[in-house]
């Protein structure tokens, strides 16, 4: 499997879960635990008869609960079986059932000292829950855990139709690229003309006056103090580094609160913290960022100090502004759009 250099808590893959060299597979078993179709099925072929022979010896499962068995001649060493409920119309405890399973299988996980586990989207097949839905219970409980625990944990979606997430997430993000899309297009051409038009130390005086933000203010009031290079230094901001540890403590979070929220590896938080110079990529920006609850015009600020800037002409950028103006910060969110329309994800 693709190795990235800062493995990322939780991630969403497309693989046959029989094949992931994990500590730990979760299986979506039904109540007897003797085996049944879908990734049960897929999990005892691959797994071999031993699996059967154990699963045996537990006198089945509640709906909502787990047990653990060996995994025989996967590549896991351990499997979860938990047992999804039946969707029925949503009103029924479905949700928290749901939740139960995932609490239920990390809990296991963790007592097992599993430090990867994969899960397949328990209840979405067969037994019918809305995949969308499913999706999201998985991600709510999955992060939750991930704040308080270390673990990495994937989640593993077989068939291609299982990665559309909620239609209404999709045609909002998608109505708003394209709608940013045209704008961008249209003022940069604007732009540009007005740019060739005009002398060139006048930044400030061609924007509106709702575009200029902290970051705009800096650039103008840099350029207006002094043209010798001790001159710019002197001007010089705090760091990246520096803006995040305090932007940390003004929230009042934990430095692991703070990572663990950003999806960010711990060697990469540390790195950052004893570098006061640190050059962190733009989507490690945006991570803390959402983590840290920034509002547009801190977040620009913050991006301004590794160098980076939101734009409008690609996706990712509007992506993200789309999650910050509407007030969603949970980064497994984001990263599930982020996925759905081909980007990369925050926190690798
Ligand atoms: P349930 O009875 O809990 O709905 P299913 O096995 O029918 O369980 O389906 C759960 C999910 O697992 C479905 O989204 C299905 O597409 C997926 N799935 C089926 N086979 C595999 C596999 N080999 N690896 C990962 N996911 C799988």
Do not use: W
């Not at 010896?57 to 996967?74: E, F, P, S, V």
């Not at 673990?151 to 940013?180: C, G, H, P, R, W």
């Not at 001159?231 to 995040?244: P, Y």
């Amino acid at each position: 499997m693709h190795r990235k250099e800062y493995f990322m808590p939780l991630e969403i893959v497309r693989n046959d879960i029989t094949k992931m060299k994990v500590d730990a597979i979760v299986n979506a078993a039904d109540e007897s635990l003797l085996g049944g179709g879908g990734v049960d099925g897929a999990i005892h072929r691959a797994a071999g008869a031993g699996l059967l022979a154990e699963c045996r010896t537990l006198g089945g499962c509640k709906t909502g609960m787990a047990q653990i068995t060996g995994g025989y001649n996967l590549p896991a060493k351990y499997v979860i079986h938990t047992v999804g409920p039946i969707y029925n119309d949503g009103k029924h405890g479905e949700k928290a059932l749901l939740e139960s399973c995932y609490r239920e299988s990390l809990a296991l996980a963790k007592e097992h000292n599993c430090e990867t586990v994969a899960f397949p989207l328990i209840s979405s097949g067969v037994y019918g829950y809305p995949k969308d839905q499913a999706l999201k219970v998985a991600i709510d409980v999955i992060s939750d855990f991930l704040l308080e625990n270390e673990m990495t944990v994937y989640i593993v979606i077989f068939d291609k139709d299982t990665y559309q997430i909620s239609e209404k997430l999709f045609s909002d993000i998608a109505e708003y690229i394209d709608d940013n899309y045209v704008d961008e297009h249209t003022d940069y051409r604007r732009e540009r003309i007005r740019m060739n038009a005009l002398p060139s130390m006048a930044p400030c005086a061609r924007r509106k006056k709702s575009d200029i933000d902290s970051f705009e203010m800096c650039e103008c009031k840099a350029m207006a103090v002094g043209s010798g290079l001790d001159d710019a230094l002197s001007q010089m901001d705090e760091s990246f580094s520096e803006m995040l540890l305090r932007k940390i403590d003004e929230r009042g979070m934990t430095d692991a609160q703070c990572y663990k929220k950003a999806n960010i590896d711990r060697k990469l938080f540390s790195k950052i913290r004893s570098d006061v110079n640190y050059k962190p990529s733009k989507p490690t920006v945006l991570a803390f960022a959402i983590s840290l609850e920034l509002t547009l015009a801190e977040t620009k600020d913050m991006l301004m100090k590794a160098g980076f800037a939101l734009s409008h002409s690609n996706k990712f950028d509007i992506i993200i502004e789309y999650f910050i103006k509407n007030g969603n910060y949970n980064i497994f969110e984001i990263n599930e759009a982020l996925f759905a329309f081909d980007q990369s994800l925050l926190g690798a």
